[in-house]
């Protein structure tokens, strides 16, 4: 059973920057790795992924403020997150993608003056 555990959330200013990251118990050697979101009454949804030679695609209202990379083994995956706005407030998780492992906790990432 893949265990996933998020890293790096917090409380930032509009503007401001943090660093998710994501431990995968294994490597993710020839594996799809995404980040998602949910936020509060949302759907959860896919924000950032990344392909197994890190071809990168993007929800497009992160773009260019949003930078996933990874590293095989061990296994981890990292959201770089610039220019934060409060859109971006939400529980953020990372995956597989498509994603069919079970989800970590997440961590909670707040936007906010």
């Known amino acids: 059973q893949v265990q996933l555990v998020e890293s790096g959330g917090g409380l930032v200013q509009p503007g401001g920057s943090l660093r998710l990251s994501c431990t995968v118990s294994g490597t993710i050697f020839g594996i799809y790795m995404a980040w998602y979101r949910q936020a509060p009454g949302k759907q959860r949804e896919l924000v950032a992924r990344?392909?197994?030679?890190?071809?990168?695609k993007y929800l497009d209202s992160v773009k260019g403020r949003f930078t996933i990379s990874r590293d095989n083994v061990p296994g981890a995956v990292y959201l770089q997150m610039d220019s934060l706005k409060p859109e971006d407030t939400a529980v953020y998780y990372c995956?597989?993608?498509?994603?069919?492992?079970?989800w970590g906790q997440g961590t909670q990432v707040t936007v906010s003056s």
């Open positions: 990344i392909t197994t030679d890190s071809s990168t």
């Open positions: 995956n597989n993608n498509p994603d069919t492992w079970s």
